[in-house]
């Protein structure tokens, strides 16, 4: 058995920043399934919110107008006191990644630089041309490594331990062994992403699978907020590719067949730059009335960039040029990039307070496996790489001023038994199953696309119901090839399908409750937002039976009544 004060679980932007936060004065162990900066923070493009006033359009800006555009782009359905702690950090945070070493863009005055993004009222997405997460991940991994954090990467992390309402560490699989060893913890922390992959299109990496989110549900830890799924406005047709908010930022185009910047008609003030809930509707009923352009890989709406010209293309958005040219063949310096939404963001996740701490005694979560909640109903673009840091480094000093931090004792026969759970599970899932697991997820994620998407009825999410439940059933069957323990990826993704389908199945509940229409979940069926009945968050919890059972929790209103959006 391995033994830390503090484990994280989680290379991203929230777990190394919440390690390099307690590191110097406790004993932490850091475990990643992938080396760090393979995590998914490195794929983000667009860049990081916050008020620094550098861009002459922003001079004015301040934390509260941040905190009033991330309400509003919630649909209200953020905790205010949550955001205003997110917003009132930001500065402070971007400039201590910069006083770390993270290269920004510059503007001529030496200043960082800043673009708009959507739902925003001033230009305050701080960038590093397209590959901000790239940039900012490196920084804070050269420092976590600097400071000597105890990492153990390709650790797969397949069961947590919560008994008698204390976390008492995980059960890993060391995939390079394929040896199976409980890790104790007094105190845990989550830092495990979001879970992208439970829909077929989505921008997301293939390790986004959100088994953290489903083994804190089955664990006992409950979830808040999970029929929010974001639908980013322009990805790549074909992979569903992500092509970043920047592109409108720097002033790109969304075009229907007739030639239309369509916008005009839903979102006149903020067009291309409402929030990505709004845009997303937009595109899909352009696409659905007839207005989108056919080609084998689907119908798409166009991302014209060619006005921005080949120098600003080259400076601000080589990376989407250069995706652009290798997976469709299109150089966005000569043609308009082809684009529909996909699942980008889980604004739902586990449930924890403004401090990061969930109910259960010495468990912690931040970043996208977490929902505090600061993005509501709704995200806005750049708020994401803020709330990692910002939530790791909070997190980093709740779990500090924890008096108990050194001395909670986790109960280590409960992580010995939670490991012959798992040693028979692996067992099970090695032995000759009906189901193999990769096809039962690609049914599992079609199927969420196609009935948990954008727009949502009654019928359909009954459907997905009944979907998920015959997929757990035939989940009981799944077997794997090959009964090797080290890097089987077959046996691992076989461990988190079953997270996956709780994942899911909490999705679709929440969605069929909820009656209403806010932010990112849209009933065509209920399409208006109601505040009286459902200004409350949601929170699943596994019932006895397996299901989730659903309750309510309050929202933080501090000072934003809420009102209609319009943009
Ligand atoms: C293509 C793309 C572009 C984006 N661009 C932007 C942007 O420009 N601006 C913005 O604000 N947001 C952006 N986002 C969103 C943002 O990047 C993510 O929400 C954020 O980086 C998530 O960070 P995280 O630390 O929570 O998790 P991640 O970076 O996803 O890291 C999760 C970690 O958990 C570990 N892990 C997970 N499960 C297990 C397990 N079972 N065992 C062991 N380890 C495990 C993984 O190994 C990984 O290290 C983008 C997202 C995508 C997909």
């Known amino acids: ?87 009132r950090e930001a500065a402070p945070i971007v400039y201590e990644m910069e006083h770390w070493g993270c290269p920004f863009s510059r503007f001529a005055d030496g200043t960082i630089a800043q673009r708009p993004f959507g739902g925003a009222g001033y230009p305050r997405t701080c960038y590093s041309a397209d590959i901000t997460g790239h940039v900012l991940l490196n ?6 490594v600097a400071k000597g954090v105890k990492i153990y990467p390709e650790w797969f992390v397949t069961a947590l331990s919560i008994e008698a309402g204390q976390c008492h560490g995980v059960v890993v699989l060391d995939m390079r062994t394929g ?20 829909f077929q299109h989505s921008t997301n990496a293939l390790i986004n699978t959100g088994s953290g989110i489903g083994m804190a549900y089955a664990a006992g830890a409950p979830l808040k907020d999970m029929e929010f799924v974001q639908f980013h406005p322009t990805c790549l047709i074909g992979t569903s590719i992500l092509m970043t ?54 119908t798409y709406i166009q991302l014209d960039l060619r006005h921005l010209g080949a120098q600003k293309i080259q400076e601000r958005l080589c990376g989407i040029r ?25 604004m739902g996740g586990i449930d924890v307070d403004i401090r990061c701490a969930s109910e259960v005694r010495g468990f912690y979560t931040g970043g996208e496996c977490s929902c505090v909640s600061v993005h509501g109903a709704n995200r806005l673009g750049g708020n994401s790489l803020l709330d990692t840091i910002v939530f790791g480094k909070v997190a980093s000093r709740t779990i500090g001023e924890d ?34 697991p990769a096809l039962l997820q690609a049914e599992l994620s079609a199927m969420m696309s196609e009935k948990v998407g954008i727009f949502r009825t009654r019928e359909e999410l009954t459907q997905a119901l009944q979907k998920v439940i015959e997929f757990k059933e035939r989940y009981r069957s799944v077997g794997v090839t090959s009964a090797a323990r080290h890097m089987n990826y ?27 229409s806010r932010g990112s979940h849209f009933r065509l069926d ?42």
């Open 490 to 516: 077959e046996l691992t993704g076989a461990v988190e399908l079953g997270y996956m389908l709780e994942v899911a199945h909490t999705i679709v509940l929440g969605a069929i409750l909820r009656e209403e």
């Open 1 to 87: 058995m391995i033994k830390h004060d503090i484990l994280i679980v989680g290379g991203g932007l929230t777990g190394l920043r919440a390690a390099v936060g307690l590191c110097d004065r406790f004993d932490v162990g850091l475990v990643s399934k992938v080396y760090p900066t393979r995590s998914h923070s490195i794929a983000a493009q667009g860049g990081i919110n916050a008020p620094l006033a550098n861009n002459p359009d922003s001079r004015d800006d301040t934390w509260e107008k941040h905190t009033f555009d991330t309400v509003k782009g919630s649909d209200y359905l953020a905790d205010q006191d949550a955001a205003e702690l997110m917003c």
């Open 139 to 144: 920084t804070l991994y050269e420092r976590a």
């Open 245 to 298: 908010e920047g592109c409108r930022g720097e002033g790109g185009y969304l075009v229907n067949n007739q030639g239309e910047r369509f916008m005009q008609r839903y979102a006149p003030t903020a067009m291309e730059l409402a929030p990505r809930d709004i845009v997303s509707r937009c595109i899909q009923t352009e696409i659905n009335e007839g207005r989108g352009f056919e080609h084998p890989l689907g």
């Open 322 to 346: 250069q995706i652009s040219i290798d997976f469709v063949g299109v150089d966005p310096v000569d043609e308009p990039i082809p684009i529909r939404p996909a699942q980008h963001y889980s």
């Open 526 to 567: 209920f399409n208006t937002r109601n505040d009286a009945d459902w200004l409350k968050h949601t929170i699943a919890r596994m019932g006895s039976d397996g299901s989730p059972a659903i309750s309510f929790k309050e929202v933080t209103i501090t000072r934003y009544e809420p009102k209609e959006r319009k943009y």
């Open 179 to 198: 040896e199976l060893i409980p890790v104790a913890a007094g105190t845990t922390f989550f830092g495990t992403g979001g879970y992208g992959r439970v």
């Open 403 to 436: 008096p108990e931090v050194r001395t909670r004792r986790p109960d280590e026969r409960a992580l010995l038994k939670l490991k012959e759970e798992v040693e028979r599970t692996l067992r099970k899932l090695a032995s000759p199953g009906s189901e193999r």
